[in-house]
Nanobody, 122 residues
Framework: QVQLVESGGGLVQAGGSLSVSCAAS????????VGWFRQAPGKEREFVAV????????SYADSVKGRFTISRNMAKNTAYLQMNSLKPEDTAVYYC???????????????WGQGTQVTVSS
């Protein structure tokens, strides 16, 4: 089993930056793709970004492209989401997930973290 724990969320002003982390334990996630998803109040959870198992492939939702960067550190068994130029509409609970397939679809992911709150004030 893989346990995922997100951290680094918080409150930031619009235009600011924040980095969230996803630390894995129980098993290495080096063979897993890692995705970030988010859920805003009253909305469904949506795809944000994904990085391939080797780290060479990434994909982003159009709404965050050019502002967010996903990365991973194999030695630390951790993935990251660097968020720049944050907007109030980025406010959400951010979840990381690990899965065998490189995918933007939530159903492809086997392991999920508990989420971390990111709030962007205007």
């Amino acid at each position: 089993q893989v346990q995922l724990v997100e951290s680094g969320g918080g409150l930031v002003q619009a235009g600011g930056s924040l980095s969230v982390s996803c630390a894995a334990s129980g098993r290495t996630i080096s063979n897993y793709a890692v995705g970030w998803f988010r859920q805003a109040p009253g909305k469904e959870r949506e795809f944000v970004a994904v990085i391939s198992s080797g780290g060479g492939g990434t994909s982003y939702a159009d709404s965050v492209k050019g502002r967010f960067t996903i990365s991973r550190n194999m030695a630390k068994n951790t993935a990251y989401l660097q968020m720049n130029s944050l907007k109030p509409e980025d406010t959400a609970v951010y979840y990381c997930a690990a899965g065998v397939r490189y995918s933007t679809r939530q159903r492809e992911y086997d392991f999920w973290g508990q989420g971390t709150q990111v709030t962007v004030s205007s």
